[in-house]
């Protein structure tokens, strides 16, 4: 029976692994948060599963973690700062927040010797190229402290697969979106619009341009780059699409899923990038992960209407 560890499991990415591993009797799930960013409400479905463990505590407490983790199989790691504009005004969060937290848990799977590492990182890792696509070659040079940490936190990761024997699969997402998000372009637009559907701010110009993956595909892409990886100690996957779309073409994806009748008022601000370290244009290709089986359910598009009909509800 795999015992897996979720560091971060009630937010909106954890919550999603949470539910779709416990859809498997063999499994059992802890789920390990602070509830900073997640919610109880996120692990309803599970809530009276005896086979999900909720431990409410903070990564931070090395001491806390080391004593829970033990026992466990395979850990998901998604604790991190999840609102990445945050950084913008207060830099040292994806510090604290991030790379301090992914030291901290290899650092209590070497002491309580759990094996297998699941890291959430993210395609900020590669910085600004422009139209260039991105593979897992491709090279890393980050614009942003959240694009710093995840790298950082990749490091540590591969150190500690030479030094002390873990095997760990790194996933470097696209923009994921779905149900239970709680910051990010699409619920921000739904959250504006049912507040003052007349107008509509838009951080930078509008034609930042991205992949945006649903929940649904990335959990099932890091089970299958999990499971690829264990007769080696380390690899790195992106996690994508493969097609793009542009912020304004989610504004108006906003509209259509409101039902609004008069479009509102476009306002922009900030030039081409939303906040200080974004990425305004991200090209990234997960053929590497395709070609060992996994496929994208969704296009992008698809991903964001899927994800604003799910968070209509819940805003």
Same mark, same amino acid.
């Given at each position: 029976m795999p015992?897996?560890?979720?560091?971060?499991g009630a937010?909106?990415?954890?919550s999603?692994?949470?539910?779709?591993?416990?859809?498997?009797?063999?499994?059992t799930v802890?789920?390990y948060?602070?509830f900073?960013?997640?919610?109880t409400?996120?692990l309803s479905e599970n809530?009276?599963n005896p086979?999900?463990?909720?431990?409410?505590?903070?990564?931070?407490?090395?001491?806390a973690?080391?004593?829970?983790?033990?026992?466990?199989d395979?850990?998901?790691?998604?604790?991190?700062?999840p609102?990445?504009?945050a *950084?913008a005004?207060?830099?040292?969060?994806?510090?604290?927040?991030?790379t301090?937290?992914t030291?901290?848990?290899?650092e209590a799977?070497?002491q309580?010797?759990?094996p297998k590492?699941?890291?959430a990182s993210?395609s900020?890792?590669y910085?600004?190229?422009?139209e260039i696509?991105?593979?897992e070659?491709s090279?890393?040079?980050p614009?942003?402290?959240?694009?710093?940490s995840k790298?950082?936190? +990749?490091? =540590?990761i591969q150190?500690y697969?030479h %030094?002390?024997g873990l095997?760990a699969a790194?996933?470097?997402?696209?923009?994921?979106v779905?149900a239970?998000?709680?910051?990010?372009?699409?619920?921000d637009f =739904?959250?504006?619009?049912?507040?003052?559907?007349?107008?509509?701010?838009?951080?930078?110009?509008?034609?930042?341009s991205?992949?945006y993956?649903?929940?649904t595909?990335?959990?099932? *892409?890091?089970?299958h780059?999990? +499971?690829?990886?264990?007769?080696r100690k380390?690899?790195?996957?992106?996690?994508?699409?493969?097609?793009?779309?542009?912020?304004n073409?989610?504004?108006? *994806? *906003?509209?259509?899923?409101?039902g609004? +009748?008069t479009?509102p008022?476009?306002?922009? !601000?900030?030039?081409?990038?939303?906040?200080?370290?974004?990425?305004?244009v991200?090209r990234l290709?997960s053929?590497?992960?395709n070609?060992?089986?996994?496929?994208? !359910?969704r296009t992008?598009?698809?991903?964001?209407?899927a994800?604003?009909?799910? %968070?209509?509800s +819940?805003?």
């Open positions: 015992k897996f560890f979720i560091t971060g937010g909106f990415i954890g999603h692994f949470c539910n779709h591993l416990l859809t498997d009797p063999n499994n802890t789920v948060d602070n900073s960013s997640g919610h409400w996120h809530i009276e086979n999900l463990t909720i431990i409410n505590n903070d990564v931070a407490n090395l001491p973690l080391v004593a829970a983790i033990t026992d466990h395979i850990v998901i790691h998604l604790a991190s700062n609102d990445i504009a *950084a005004n207060n830099p040292q969060i994806d510090f604290y927040q991030g301090l937290l030291n901290n848990v290899v799977m070497r309580a010797n759990v590492l699941w890291y993210g900020g890792v910085g600004d190229l422009g696509e991105a593979d070659q090279p890393t040079r614009i942003s402290t959240y694009g710093a790298l950082a936190g +990749e490091a =540590l150190s697969t %030094m002390f095997t790194i996933f470097r997402f696209g923009n994921v779905g239970r998000q709680t910051h990010g372009v699409g619920f =739904l959250r504006r619009l049912k507040s003052d559907p007349t107008k509509l701010r838009i951080l930078g110009d509008g034609n930042q991205k992949t993956v649903h929940v595909d990335v959990v099932k *892409a890091v089970i780059g999990g +499971e690829h990886v264990q007769n380390y690899d790195i996957f992106n996690v994508s699409t493969g097609d793009y779309i542009t912020v073409q989610i504004a108006q *994806a *906003a509209i259509s899923t409101l609004l +009748e479009k008022k476009f306002t922009y !601000s900030g030039g081409k990038r939303g906040w200080s370290g974004d990425v305004p991200v290709s053929k590497k992960l070609a060992a089986g996994w496929s994208c !359910s992008s598009l698809e991903a964001i209407t994800s604003l009909r799910s %968070m209509l +819940e805003i």
